[in-house]
């Protein structure tokens, strides 16, 4: 979970900067294409204002020149038109006009290249006599060729200073071109000299190719879009306005509107009102000088994302490979390899709807391989049962060492028998790999906890593991179920160990004695001490109640201990009082044997008693000797603090007549077990043997829990040193056994 809202926390974070970026980018085109739209508006009116310059100075100066002529015209006679004729005539050449002429107060006109004409209802004509200098709109020429030509006129005044007539000039329209052709946008560019109301006075060369008459009405028709643009140049020139715009026409094309205004003097007579200049060039210009810029822009931004990209790779490579490593120390098990615990709680846990059997998986005895074989062989059994259990979990099942012989599995099986059938066959494979790596038995014990509802991982192991503890060393069985364990036992043992300190403070733990027998005169030889605990509500618990769960806990150690010396204290107790002395044996737990100077402890105590050391034998349990790898060290120690050892047990679990030449003990214990046996051929003939083999050591020899007659008899027979059994006496309370030995 919180491994997927990191990464789309990350993710969150890629796009964000992506977007980001994309917008920076965009922001960056934008500024650069508004900036490049600003200079084209600066280039569009510088434009239209050369344009307008040019326009306006050539048209002032052609009044200048008639406002002149006029004057001198009104010093002749304006009756006499040939001679006004002959003085205008070389100045229309010189001045490259078309015609100068003159036209009298009815209207008559009379012209340098010999034309008379009524032409009274002309506008520039009337305006001109009422003293304006006028500009006319573009008139078709009616004299000599067909032509577009202005008319400049001005008021000619007489002596009295009242307008007499008017003196006139045509100028060709094409003229207007050849001024207007100012250089702009590579040639793209170009500029009409329109009316208010659109009708186009002049246009230069490029814009003649489109043809207007009226420009604001080829624009509108140009595109329905247009409708507002048009409203737009309309409104400027309304306004006498300078503006710039932009309207639809193969795309899109800009324009920068400036009034012509011309002095005011002129500019009152000109003939429609005002004049504007349109400059106009097309938006792929501005996208022409944009594009280069763009296609930098965009490759900036291709190499930018690679590099993004590849660091970004590069960053998740890395991160990746530091999280492995990572991974590899918090979740792989450095023995096996595979999973650890951690693993496994945290792939469990991830699991949805957990059904399936939790199963504590423990090794019976494997210390013994690992101190017989050393630990290298030990790892090397424990990676082996690694791969067994891998072998044959399924894929979404789940597995890991847990530490020391642990192992944990989370198994889907289809039941419990089926569950059985594969934790059989594991031990069956396991058990097999004493043969494979020459080692001594490994056996596996399962505790099994069925998964049916979510419960946190931990509370499920500790369950199998509870479970667990009820086979761990049991030879007929090797799972159990958590249902099978027995909560009543568990709170018993939790009462019994919490009052265990108390016990021993308040001496509730009592020393019992069975007494051995000499086989040959059933005479009393000796005797085993054996602890009762009497709770403090009188009620007696057996040894088999709490021995193994203080072996468990660490606290036989004490036990063994407070019962030893109770041993020494009465020993001497009864050499004071002047008793018939024996030896009495003593058990010590194996697991008190792993505690540091155990034998010089056991031997400042009975030296603080001060006891012949021959009253005092301990029992040490067979199995101690295969798993305490120190044992023949142990013997000796205790032998040098002057013990006599005796092997109890002998015949249960690793029964092995070779330990028995190896370990220095000086009696042999026979257990119960093979004391049954008697009756039995084989089992006789294995008692048999195992006499002899004791005898020819040394050793001498106890049969335990002898209970019948005919077991007696063939003790007897064999040769076997003592008895200690139900047959002769049971183990009995302090003042009963006085009572005995008395
Ligand atoms: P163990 O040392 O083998 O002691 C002999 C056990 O066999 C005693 O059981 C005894 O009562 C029982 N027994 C003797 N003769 C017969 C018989 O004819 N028939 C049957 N059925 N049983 C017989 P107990 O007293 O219950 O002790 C059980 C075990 O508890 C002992 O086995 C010993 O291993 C352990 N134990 C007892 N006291 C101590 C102690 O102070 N320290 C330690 N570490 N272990 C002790
Ligand atoms: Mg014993
Ligand atoms: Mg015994």
């Known amino acids: 979970m919180r491994e997927k809202k990191v990464w789309s926390f990350r993710a969150a974070i890629l796009v964000a900067a992506v977007i980001v970026a994309i917008i920076m980018v965009n922001q960056y085109m934008r500024s650069i294409e508004a900036e490049l739209k600003n200079e084209m508006q600066v280039t569009l009116h510088d434009v239209a204002e050369q344009t307008s310059t040019i326009l306006r100075r050539e048209i002032e100066s052609e009044q200048d020149l008639l406002v002149g002529l006029a004057k001198e015209l009104a010093q002749m006679d304006p009756e006499n038109e040939e001679i006004i004729m002959e003085t205008l005539k070389p100045l229309a050449e010189i001045y490259h006009l078309k015609r100068l002429g003159i036209i009298d107060s009815q209207g008559i006109a009379y012209t340098t290249d010999g034309y008379v004409q009524d032409i009274g209802f002309r506008e520039f004509y009337r305006k001109a006599m009422e003293g304006k200098q006028v500009v006319s709109d573009v008139i078709i020429d009616t004299i000599g060729e067909k032509e577009n030509i202005n008319v400049f006129s001005v008021p000619i005044y007489d002596k009295t200073n009242e307008v007499a007539g008017v003196l006139f000039a045509t100028f060709q329209t094409s003229k207007f071109r050849e001024l207007m052709n100012v250089e702009s946008f590579g040639g793209r560019g170009y500029s009409y000299v329109v009316k208010r109301d659109g009708t186009v006075i002049a246009d230069s060369k490029l814009a003649a190719m489109y043809g207007a008459e009226n420009m604001f009405t080829v624009i509108r028709n140009y595109d329905p879009s247009n409708k507002e643009a048009v409203e737009q140049m309309m409104a400027y020139a309304e306004k006498d306005e300078s503006g710039f715009g932009s309207y639809r026409y193969e795309g899109e094309r800009y324009y920068y509107c400036m009034p012509l205004n011309l002095t005011s003097e002129t500019e009152n007579g000109v003939e429609g009102g005002q ?20 296609y930098d822009v965009q490759r900036m931004i291709v190499v930018m994302i690679v590099i ?14 530091r999280r ?16 650890n615990y951690v693993c496994f709680v945290h792939k469990i846990t991830e699991k949805k709807n957990l059904s399936g059997y939790l199963v ?6 494997f210390k013994i391989i690992n101190s017989t074989c050393g630990i290298a062989k030990g790892d090397e059994v424990l990676r082996c049962i690694w791969g067994i259990i891998c072998n044959n979990i399924r894929e979404q099942e789940l597995a890991a060492h847990v530490n020391a012989d642990r192992f944990v599995l989370y198994l889907q099986r289809e039941n419990r028998e089926k569950l059985v059938e594969l934790l059989v066959a594991l031990k069956q494979e396991i058990t097999a790999l004493s043969v494979q790596l020459n080692v001594p038995k490994a056996v596996p014990y399962y505790g099994i906890y069925e998964v049916t509802k979510t419960e946190p991982v931990e509370q499920l192991y500790s369950f199998a593991n509870q479970a667990k503890q009820l086979v761990k060393g049991r030879r007929d069985r090797c799972y159990c179920f958590y249902e099978e364990v027995d909560y009543e036992q568990i709170l018993r043992n939790k009462e019994l160990e919490d009052n265990f300190d108390e016990a021993l403070k308040t001496r509730q733990f009592e020393v019992w004695y069975q ?3 000499d086989t040959q005169n059933s005479k009393i030889v000796g005797a085993e001490a054996l602890v009762r605990w009497r709770r403090a509500d009188g009620t007696m618990v057996s040894p088999g109640s709490f021995i193994p769960l203080f072996e468990k806990n660490g606290m036989i150690a004490r036990l063994d201990e407070y019962v030893f010396e109770t041993v020494c204290s009465q020993q001497k107790r009864w050499e004071r009082e002047g008793k018939p002395m024996m030896p009495i044996s003593i058990n010590i737990s194996r697991v008190s044997l792993y505690y540091a100077h155990v034998a010089s402890k056991y031997k400042k105590i009975r030296d603080d008693y001060d006891l012949d050391s021959r009253y005092v034998q301990l029992e040490i349990t067979e199995s101690a000797t295969i798993n305490n790898s120190d044992i023949q060290k142990l013997i000796r120690q205790f032998h040098e603090a002057g013990f006599e050892l005796l092997l109890d047990d002998f015949g249960v679990g690793y029964s092995s007549l070779a330990s028995l030449n190896t370990m220095k003990f000086d009696t042999l214990k026979l257990d119960k077990s093979l004391i049954d046996y008697i009756g039995n051929d084989s089992g006789e003939k294995l008692l048999y043997y195992t006499i002899r083999l004791a005898k020819s050591l040394g050793l001498k020899i106890t049969a335990e829990g002898v209970e019948q007659e005919t077991q007696v008899n063939f003790l007897r027979k064999h040769q076997c040193d ?21």
């Not at 504590?360 to 005895?365: A, F, K, L, P, V």
């Not at 003592?722 to 008395?742: D, M, T, W």
Request: hydrophobic fraction near 50%; aromatic fraction near 14%; charged fraction near 20%.
């Open 360 to 365: 504590s998986m423990d090794m019976g005895e």
């Open 275 to 294: 004049w504007y200049v349109f400059t106009i060039v097309p938006a792929e210009v501005l996208n022409e000088r944009l594009n280069p810029i763009m």
């Open 324 to 339: 492995r490593e990572l991974m590899k120390l918090a979740y792989v098990d450095p023995l096996t390899e595979g999973d």
């Open 722 to 742: 003592n008895i200690q059994g139900f047959y002769f006496s049971r183990p009995l309370p302090l003042s009963e056994f006085e009572k005995l030995v008395a």
């Open 308 to 321: 993004l990209v590849a660091a970004v790779l590069l960053y998740l490579l890395s991160y990746q490979e």
């Open 515 to 517: 007494p051995k027998f």
